[in-house]
């Protein structure tokens, strides 16, 4: 049986996630599509599109979705869910999980890598955060689990776009840039987002091409004074973006732009790139350590590595401790093999990780 994809939609009290699940849920797109609410979500999916039996746990929508409500544990509402659908009773080819607003979704995710029944059966394709531009600087400021929310994110979500200035927005999206370089940022209004930017992203797949954001590495190179001349743009909108370009060596600490310096936040990322091999023993033995020393506070991470004597790209990815590695692509012969990695969690030691990757080069 094929795994059934999953995405998860996380963001604020407010940001927005209900309406966009009204839309995904009322739009006709010919999917099938359970909706997990996650304990007590701070709205309810809206009677008006559910045919509701008040006492049952699970409802059937009239377009054929259906939606579940826990309390408890999720890993028992999807086994549930999965044994139903075996049995003929439900029909769904993908699940929506709505976390509540206060809500960390790194155990959520985690949950798709733990447990053996959930994994057998679904498959995480991407966690979608909802950021409010009218109240996202505040919260990211006054809420450390709204900095979680953005730092899972595969994609970022602008709601309310419409209720800031173009000065208050770009500097939102530049401090979003600085916690999430790889989730690209989408300006999303009353819920109206393309389909195709919300399922099928493959952000937890470790073959999809790691994106990071080039103004980040030309924000940071700038920052370190290295020796690389590049241009140095900022407040672009991050949604489509050429990311094969660019070199730099280090990530970054402190804000690059003026808007957002005296935001301190505890959840920050870097990047390292090199053109040099990686040593695999030496890389395993390091990366093993990081992981056992910092693993909790290292939220996600990913990243392609040119390994020394392997014809293919090596990918990477994880969640606290959990990482998952493969064989990629071969690499082209007219493609520059390099190595790109990106780290995101709180209060990380950024220049002794860095300083470490850098010794175990070839």
């Known amino acids: 049986m094929n795994t059934i994809p999953v ?32 304990e007590f979500g701070e709205e309810n999916i809206d009677n008006e599109i559910l045919i509701q039996d008040s006492n049952e746990q699970i409802v059937q929508m009239s377009n054929g979705c259906i939606c579940c409500t826990i309390r408890g544990d999720l890993v028992n ?36 890598f733990m447990d053996e029944g959930v994994s057998s059966k679904f498959l995480l394709d991407a966690v979608i955060t909802l950021v409010d531009a009218k109240h996202g600087n505040h919260q990211l400021d006054e809420h450390e689990v709204v900095q979680r929310q953005v730092a899972f994110a595969d994609r970022l979500f602008l709601t309310k776009t419409d209720l800031v200035d173009a000065d208050e927005l770009a500097a939102l999206k530049a401090r979003l840039v600085q916690m999430n370089p790889r989730a690209p940022q989408v300006n999303v209004d009353f819920g109206n987002a393309d389909i195709k930017q919300i399922f099928d992203l493959r952000g937890f797949n470790l073959n999809t091409k790691l994106e990071i954001d080039p103004d980040f590495l030309k924000a940071d190179e700038h920052d370190h004074d290295h020796s690389h001349d590049h241009d140095h743009e900022h407040g672009h909108d991050h949604a489509h973006c050429d990311h094969d370009h660019g070199h730099c060596d280090h990530g970054h600490e402190h804000g690059h732009h003026h808007h957002h310096a005296h935001h301190d936040d505890k959840i920050k990322s ?81 220049d002794l990780i860095l300083d470490g990757l850098e010794r175990c080069l070839v």
Do not use: C
């Open 7 to 38: 995405t998860i939609l996380t963001g604020f009290l407010g940001s927005g996630k209900t309406t966009l699940l009204k839309r995904i849920l009322g739009e006709s797109h010919g999917m099938k599509i359970a909706v997990i609410e996650n």
């Open 270 to 350: 870097f990047v390292f790139r090199s053109d040099r091999p990686f040593d695999a023993r030496k890389l395993e033995d390091f990366l093993g350590g990081v992981l056992q020393i910092y693993g909790e506070q290292l939220l996600r991470y990913k990243g392609v590595i040119y390994m020394k004597g392997v014809d293919r790209k090596v990918v990477f990815q994880g969640v606290h401790q959990m990482m998952g590695s493969d064989l990629a692509s071969r690499w082209l012969p007219a493609e520059k093999k390099n190595s790109k990695m990106v780290f995101i969690g709180v209060d990380l030691p950024r």
């Open 77 to 112: 509402a999807l086994e549930d869910l999965g044994a139903r659908r075996s049995r003929g009773e439900f029909d769904f080819d993908r699940v929506v999980i709505e976390t509540t607003g206060l809500a960390n979704p790194g155990p959520v995710a985690q949950t798709f």
